[in-house]
């Protein structure tokens, strides 16, 4: 029972670094994208860097949300059916 629990625990903590790799690749590019650029032309806007990110993680969770959605229901499912195994007491 505590190695079922284990591997489910292993296996939510990798799903959710798989799941959210993407955005947080693409916030961490745009990010410092935006940061050369500042230091570049020497513009020190604090607000500068937001609506690019915004920008650019809402476009890569519509294009990964389907992805994201199927692998989580398999999680969900594969979870679900575990418990439902396990015995009681």
Not at 25 to 39: E, H, K, M, N, P
Not at 66 to 80: D, E, N, P, T
């Amino acid at each position: 029972m505590v190695v079922v629990i284990e591997q489910l625990l292993r296996e939510s903590l990798v799903l959710c670094c798989v799941v959210s790799g993407p955005v947080l690749g693409a916030a961490l590019v745009v990010g410092f994208s935006v940061s050369f650029f500042q230091a570049v032309t020497q513009i020190q806007e604090q607000t500068m860097s937001y609506i690019p990110k915004l920008v650019v993680v809402f476009v890569v969770l519509l294009m990964s949300f389907g992805w994201m959605a199927r692998l989580l229901v398999a999680f969900s499912r594969k979870l679900f059916s575990s418990i439902a195994g396990l015995p009681v007491g």
